[in-house]
Structure formats: structure tokens, C-alpha cells
């Protein structure tokens, strides 16, 4: 079987590109698949063990960027049994719904902007491509399955688009259960805090994600002021506002307990030193970030924009807030510090055991059978 999986850009800190690269790896296994992978560019050293096509057509836009590696890419189309792809392109036979939906993401980023500038964006030129490529793709006769890594978005996709049932697949995505354990806090705990400065016992939160303002960090600067406890806040990732959030934590008192890490190729230490991820993002899917954390052993207080609330029970592996709400995500916090975190950790990863890459790469190839 030759299967395409279909990705613009391929970073190594990119949430979607860790989902291929772990689908890869799960799936090389296989000696039935022959797995290729398009893209416009593929940052990192992987590139090398990959069938990689580039497609990198001239671009004069945010526009054209889009449409003109579609255009690219449907040309390779034919030559495959089965083309995945993760970008909003028309024909594919199977869409991996990692971003979620546009329409709704748009609707949760307006909730921060002013009038004039909830106008212009529904108005933007770009973000009415992508919706219209969305609808293109979804009724499109090739589509076989949508592949949807939370319920939130499947539900979503039925709502906005009318997608049967039936062609909606709830595929969780998996993580590295060996990698990601609770035995990374015997290993980085004393001397990552030592090196950020950050007492022994001091309380930490974790807040993992580039784009600080999708990914909800002011809400998380917000979480950890006026709690009497006094926790801290490492943040992993990158920004080009992040002189924003700097000053907002100043103003509020807290600098010199959020401590910004830049992007890490190695997000290990920091889950081995932090207690409890904090992500109240404003709209995500499902980050991996959630299930990294919870085999780490950390619990995790997130929004109810976020699909990976649906791992969440509330009080007994953390808590669930409107990203908005700063007030409930600042007792949140409270909450966790004051009962303590060993009990949120410990049920966390029990969650998550089950979902390493056997079962992604399991339900994956049952997928492709079905659609063959």
C-alpha cells in the first residue's frame, strides 16, 4: 500500500509534525506500507531515513502560500493508494483534523479583540481562504475519513460541516510511554530548579507551547498571582510578543517567578521539575503537550477550548476552566497547591498508559484497512 501523509512544514517542535513523525515511526514497522511524505520543507535531521517529495512552489503571500502548495501537492495525488493529509487540501482521501476548525478557532480568538479588530478578521482575505478550502475539502467526493484527535472537534466538523458519522474517526494521539515517565523527576527535579533559581519546594507550574496568545499564557501569568502559595511558572516556547507577557507578569507582580526558557528540543527536564502543567489555550485541539505531561506524572489544569479536557477529571487529574476565566484557573491553582500534587500525578498517568504509539500505529492500520 502507498500511503502519502501530507504536511506544509515540518519543524520538530511542531505539535502536528511530533503526531507524523511518531506516525512514521509507528508505522515503518510495517513492511505492507510505503509511506512518503509531502512537504514544502522538513527542518530537522529525520529527513534522511524519510521518502520525502518538497513542494515548494514561489510564494508572494499568506494566500498564495497556501494554494500553491495545495496545487503542488494534488499533483502527487494519483500516485498513491491512500493520501493523509494534515493541511486543508481538497481530494485527499483522509483528513487529520489537527488544527481543528477554523470558524471555531476564529470565534474563540475574537472573544480578545476589540470591535474594529473582530471585524477585520472575519473580514481577512487569508482566513476566508481557509475557511472556503475547508468546506472545498469536506465535501469534496474523495474524502474518505476525517480523523479527529479530540471529540470537541469531531463534534465541530458535524456541526459546522455535516460530515456523517461515519466517516468521523476519534484517534487519540499517542505518546511515548517509556520516554515520558514520572522517573524524570528523580533525574532533573533538583538541578533544572537549581539552574532557574527556583527553590526546592517551591510550587511549579509548566506552561508548553509556541504562540503565546493561542496557547493562553496570560491566562496562566494570571493563574499564579494573588495565590498565596506563591508558585512558580517555567515557560517553554516562543513568542515574538513575548516582551508583552514579560511586562504583564511585571505588572502583576510576579517576574521574578515566571521564568521564560525560549523553545527546548528536550522538554524532559522541565516535566521532571515542574508539579502541574498549566495550558489554558484559548482553542487546541489536543495538544501533545497534555499527554507528555500526564505520563510524566504531572496533573494538568486546562480550558474548555482545549480537547484534552476529555483526559481531565476534575479534582482527581486536574481541573478545567474557561480560558477567560482567571479567577477559576487562579483557584485552580490554589486548589492543586493546597491538596497537593503526588495524588494528581498519580492518576494522571495511569490515564495515559494506555495510550502509547502501539495502539495510534494499531488504529491507524485498521483505519487504512478499512479504507482499502
Not at 259 to 269: K, S, Y
Request: positive net charge; proline residues 5%.
Amino acid at each position: 500500500m502507498k500511503l502519502a501523509i501530507v504536511r506544509q512544514k515540518y519543524r520538530p517542535d511542531g505539535g502536528a509534525e511530533r503526531f507524523v513523525s511518531r506516525a512514521l515511526d509507528a508505522l515503518s514497522n510495517h513492511r505492507s506500507l510505503d509511506v512518503s511524505v509531502i512537504t514544502r520543507s522538513w527542518e530537522g535531521a529525520e529527513q534522511a531515513n524519510r521518502n520525502v517529495i518538497i513542494c515548494n512552489p514561489r510564494i508572494t503571500g499568506r494566500v498564495q502560500r497556501e494554494s500553491a502548495f495545495a496545487q503542488a501537492a494534488q499533483q502527487h495525488f494519483a500516485a498513491f493508494d491512500l493520501v493523509q493529509s494534515h493541511e486543508r487540501i481538497p481530494g485527499c482521501h483522509i483528513y487529520r483534523a489537527g488544527d481543528g476548525v477554523h470558524q471555531s478557532w476564529l470565534t474563540q480568538r475574537s472573544r480578545i479583540l476589540n470591535p474594529l479588530q473582530r471585524r477585520l478578521l472575519w473580514w481577512s482575505g487569508f482566513h476566508r481562504y481557509v475557511m472556503a478550502q475547508e468546506q472545498a475539502m469536506y465535501q469534496h467526493p474523495s474524502l474518505k475519513a476525517v480523523i479527529c484527535n479530540s471529540q470537541m472537534v469531531a463534534d465541530e466538523i458535524r456541526h459546522y460541516f455535516g460530515v456523517p458519522a461515519d466517516k468521523i474517526h476519534l484517534i487519540y494521539n499517542g505518546v511515548n510511554t517509556d520516554t515520558f515517565t514520572p522517573d524524570l523527576r528523580t533525574t532533573y527535579r533538583h538541578a533544572l530548579r537549581q539552574q532557574l533559581g527556583v527553590p526546592h519546594n517551591a510550587p511549579v507550574m509548566l506552561f508548553v507551547g509556541s504562540g503565546f496568545e493561542r496557547k493562553g499564557l496570560a491566562g496562566a501569568i494570571h493563574a499564579i498571582s494573588g495565590v498565596p502559595q506563591h508558585p512558580h511558572l517555567m515557560v517553554v516556547g516562543k513568542d515574538k510578543h513575548s516582551r508583552r507577557y514579560q511586562r504583564l507578569a511585571r505588572r502583576l507582580g510576579v517576574a521574578d517567578r515566571v521564568h521564560f526558557v525560549g523553545m527546548q528540543p528536550d522538554t524532559r527536564p522541565y516535566y521532571g521539575a515542574a508539579d502541574m502543567l498549566l495550558l489554558p489555550t484559548l482553542y487546541d485541539p489536543f495538544p501533545n503537550v497534555v499527554l507528555e505531561a500526564m505520563a510524566s506524572g504531572l496533573g494538568v489544569i486546562t480550558s474548555q477550548q482545549c480537547g484534552g479536557k476529555e483526559f481531565i477529571q476534575p479534582g482527581v487529574n486536574g481541573f478545567v476552566c474557561d480560558s477567560l476565566d482567571y479567577d477559576g484557573l487562579r483557584q485552580s491553582v490554589r486548589q492543586a497547591c493546597e491538596t497537593g500534587f503526588d495524588g494528581f500525578g498519580e492518576q494522571a498517568r495511569a490515564k495515559v498508559e494506555r495510550y502509547d504509539l502501539r495502539l495510534l500505529s494499531d488504529n491507524m492500520l485498521k483505519l487504512y484497512e478499512q479504507l482499502i
